[in-house]
């Protein structure tokens, strides 16, 4: 079943997302994937739902956060690694109704999002430590070995699993996004994202569970072919990260990125046609830490600046052999983004010449001077070449520069094509 023209265009347009990691695994605030690292049983493990009581957790807090942030979506780890799950199936007594909190947080998510018309994201784990089917061996993201009074049974596991996500898909309302993790197997089976599809006939669902989905989700520190700078995406993409640099779930003491490499990496990443989707992990009593707030507000004071220069805006580097910058285009606009930190205080975009009508620095919203000479750099073309002046370098350390170039006329065409392809 074909993705639906709705689900390409709401993903094309909401361009930044928030990513909640929360679980049993902030109450201890080590890792997600305490159970499995710290090599603790699974009884042991089991024994946190007792103490799992959440009550600071507010739905519309979050959104408010996200919202201030420019972010259009949100996506919940539903189940983690642990089987641990946040709502209510009637699948596994292990989830959050048999907790001392007994309330189900992905409804809570669900209506917030459909009472304030903000797109809801589930991520669900296929990868299970809890689960007595679930064939662990010992490969990555998985126990070591089948524990006592397991029936690793892959069959019946996915019977299991494909009734959780027919719930996910049914009880919660519209569901836009679908987040799969860890289906360490490799197993293909087409037919569940097409199940998916038809009960969220407006879903978008990525590359990590059984078939090739409807995009590529690269994560934390990317490849060097991933993030050619010139390059933009040859299917849709969302790229992933979380604030703190240790772990995605709550983590006491964590060390966490500054604002200016998360700002860097978004600006990277939307500039070549991708999505981002930023994390955060809410601490055992549910609510957002300080930290993790102050770097997300940080980024959408960056963000809601520039992002015209994303949402409806093209990807555009081809039409410059400046590597040092990226660009993007929409209509007679073309965006110029000069990261952090700022070089030299003049950019040039070899081989385009013509002057633009204005020259806007998003950021401060401050005209910029620009003009078309023969550079001595450029001497031996003989050719004018289109130079931005005066850049204030030291004034706007610390984020990502976009500056607007408006043209009375059409720019040239990019060397690439412009349509990233959504594959389903």
Request: aromatic share 12%.
């Amino acid at each position: 079943m074909e993705i639906s023209n709705t689900a390409k265009e709401w993903f094309s347009r909401r361009r930044f997302g928030l990513f909640l990691h929360f679980g049993l695994y902030a109450i201890e605030g080590w890792h997600e994937q305490d159970q499995m690292r710290r090599h603790i049983s699974r009884a042991e493990y089991g024994k946190l739902i007792s103490k799992f009581n959440p009550t600071g957790f507010n739905a519309d807090k979050i959104l408010d956060l996200a919202e201030s942030a420019g972010m259009e979506y949100v996506c919940l780890t539903t189940k983690h690694h642990d089987g641990f799950c946040l709502w209510d199936t009637k699948y596994t007594s292990f989830n959050v109704m048999n907790s001392p909190y007994g309330k189900d947080i992905v409804k809570q998510l669900a209506d917030a999002c459909s009472r304030r018309k903000f797109s809801l994201g589930l991520y669900y784990s296929v990868a299970d430590w809890h689960h007595p089917g679930y064939p662990n061996q010992g490969r990555h993201h998985e126990l070591s070995k089948p524990e006592k009074g397991d029936e690793p049974d892959w069959e019946k596991y996915m019977e299991f699993l494909k009734s959780q996500v027919k719930e996910l898909c049914t009880n919660y309302g519209e569901v836009r996004h679908f987040f799969w993790d860890m289906n360490v197997p490799g197993y293909k089976d087409p037919s569940i994202n097409d199940m998916m599809r038809q009960l969220q006939p407006h879903m978008v669902i990525n590359d990590r569970g059984f078939d090739e989905g409807d995009f590529g989700t690269p994560e934390r520190e990317y490849s060097k072919n991933e993030t050619d700078r010139m390059v933009r995406f040859p299917r849709y993409t969302e790229a992933c990260n979380s604030v703190g640099t240790q772990s995605w779930g709550y983590r006491n003491n964590e060390d966490y990125y500054t604002a200016e490499f998360l700002i860097s990496s978004i600006d990277g990443i939307m500039s070549k046609g991708g999505n981002y989707l930023l994390n955060i992990g809410p601490d055992s009593r549910g609510c957002i830490p300080n930290e993790d707030r102050e770097i997300v507000s940080s980024i959408g004071d960056w963000y809601n600046k520039v992002r015209e220069s994303f949402g409806d805006s093209e990807p555009a580097s081809e039409l410059t052999a400046n590597r040092e910058i990226l660009l993007t285009r929409n209509g007679n606009n073309l965006y110029v983004h000069i990261p952090s930190p700022v070089r030299a205080e003049s950019v040039i975009l070899a081989p385009l010449s013509n002057e633009p009508s204005s020259a806007i620095i998003l950021n401060t919203g401050k005209t910029v001077n620009v003009k078309s000479e023969i550079l001595p750099t450029h001497w031996q073309s003989g050719k004018k070449i289109l130079r931005i002046m005066k850049i204030p370098r030291d004034a706007m350390t610390g984020e990502t520069l976009v500056v607007r170039l408006q043209f009375s006329e059409p720019l040239p065409e990019a060397g690439a094509s412009t349509a990233l392809e959504f594959k389903g």
